[in-house]
């Protein structure tokens, strides 16, 4: 796979698609991770002499300008971190896109507006795809794709603009396909995976291809609930998806699945609510585990020290709330634990890798130095499709 720092792009314009997908909060951006983690390869660019422009999508407008979700604050934000002036267009493709792309002024960069206020970028129709796609490719010289979050969709922004320009992945990309593909070939044993989050449903297809792969898979978050009712307790007004129960039992039957011993139960799904540490097989009718408890967080510890690998996915509670943050503070420090500083050179330590939107923000808002992971993956979907074995449409084109 051609990397950006391969191409001549010197007196060149470059459509870079980034992964700039941020919460919005109040007109302002929230946390403004994501736009961090594009700002080196703009950077580069830029002083290699490129004309920059950037594409990207914020939230799911319905293929419509919708102010809400215009690219506007991060914009802002993002000429913030640069320190360069960007020049923010008011449509993708319109007259304001084609002005702000000829304009030679020499501050460099172009952010477009949201790529999803055009219907034909989540077009299923090949045909319409494609003629948006041909009118983005019309603006440059180059394409180079940093947005690992959206290589899972077959979008124009990510699949077919690549078909029609020189391209090349993006630092990001890159680092994301070199970190899966360690995970995917020939882990260090043991293999740990740690899964947690909401519903079990939206990881069905993960579990049943990391099952056979994994040493141990350690489950908790909301998911747990089902596994523990599956194992015929009485888990309150937890989360419980009773459809799953089946599928459960089926994975506990390989015998590699850890649950939690222990939960924080509350009178309900609120901050200021009642709440205690209660067993796991005990919890009371009326109350609902939005935590997993101390001892678990221990059993957790113990279950992954000495790994070699480990996968996390998931908060282990309701991190957004303070008072059920510490289950998935505990299980963060037992992983960055494992990996010593060389373990990024592969000298020592374990593989550490943590995916997903919501529990790369856990590790933000928790205050845990990113650094001491080997790799927090930015894009929750696209990593977990391609630890499930599917092809993704915008690396595939990449690698061309
Ligand atoms: P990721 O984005 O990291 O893949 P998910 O989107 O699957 O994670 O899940 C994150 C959400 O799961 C968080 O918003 C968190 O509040 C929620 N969650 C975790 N544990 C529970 C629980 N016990 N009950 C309800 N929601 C939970
Ligand atoms: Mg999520």
Redesign the pocket.
């Known amino acids: 796979m051609r990397v950006a720092a391969d191409l001549d792009v010197k007196d060149k314009r470059v459509l870079v698609r980034c992964d700039l997908n941020v919460p919005i909060e109040d007109g302002k951006v929230g946390d403004d991770g994501r736009i961090r983690a594009s700002v080196p390869l703009l950077k580069d660019l830029a002083d290699r002499g490129a004309k920059v422009i950037v594409l990207a999508h914020l939230g799911r407008p319905k293929g419509e300008p919708d102010p809400e979700y215009s690219l506007a604050p991060v914009g802002k934000r993002l000429e913030e971190l640069l320190g360069i002036e960007v020049r923010m267009a008011q449509d993708v493709v319109g007259e304001s896109a084609r002005e702000a792309v000829r304009a030679t002024e020499p501050d460099p960069v172009v952010l477009l507006e949201n790529v999803r206020f055009d219907p034909r970028e989540t077009s299923k129709d090949d045909g319409e795809r494609a003629e948006f796609a041909d009118e983005l490719a019309g603006f440059a010289d180059f394409y180079v794709d940093d947005a690992f979050g959206a290589v899972h969709r077959k979008h124009a922004s990510v699949y077919d603009v690549a078909e029609r320009l020189p391209h090349a992945a993006g630092p990001l990309v890159a680092a994301e396909v070199e970190v899966l593909k360690r995970l995917t070939e020939e882990p260090a044993r043991p293999y740990l995976v740690v899964l ?4 079990v449903s ?2 069905l297809k993960v579990i049943e291809a990391l099952l056979p792969k994994v040493d141990k898979l350690l489950v ?6 089902t596994f523990l009712a599956a194992q015929g307790h009485d888990v309150g007004s ?2 419980l998806e009773k459809d799953q129960l089946d599928t459960c039992k089926a994975f506990l039957d390989t015998g590699k699945i850890v649950l939690p011993v222990d ?1 924080v139960a509350a009178e309900k ?1 609120d901050a200021d609510a009642a709440h205690d540490v209660v067993d796991a097989e005990q919890i009371p009718s009326d109350r ?5 408890g101390p001892k678990s967080v221990e059993l957790f510890a113990e279950a992954l020290a000495g790994a070699g690998t480990v996968f996390w ?9 303070a008072p ?1 943050a510490e ?2 503070r505990g299980v963060a420090e037992a992983v960055a634990a494992l990996s010593s500083g060389d373990a990024k050179s592969g000298d020592g330590g374990a593989l550490t890798v ?9 590790v933000r808002a928790l205050g845990i130095d990113e650094a001491r992971f080997t790799h927090i993956s930015t894009g ?2 696209a990593s ?1 499709e391609y630890l499930e074995g599917k092809a993704l449409p915008g690396l595939t084109i990449l690698e061309d």
């Not at 609902?288 to 997993?292: F, K, T």
């Not at 943590?354 to 856990?362: K, N, T, Y």
Request: aromatic fraction near 8%; charged fraction near 15%.
């Open positions: 947690g989050g909401s519903k939206d990881k908790g978050g909301g998911m747990c609930f937890s989360l939960v799904f609902m585990g939005l935590d997993i996915n998931g908060p282990m509670g309701v991190f957004e709330m059920y289950g998935t943590v995916g997903g939107g919501d529990s790369a923000a856990a929750g979907g977990l």
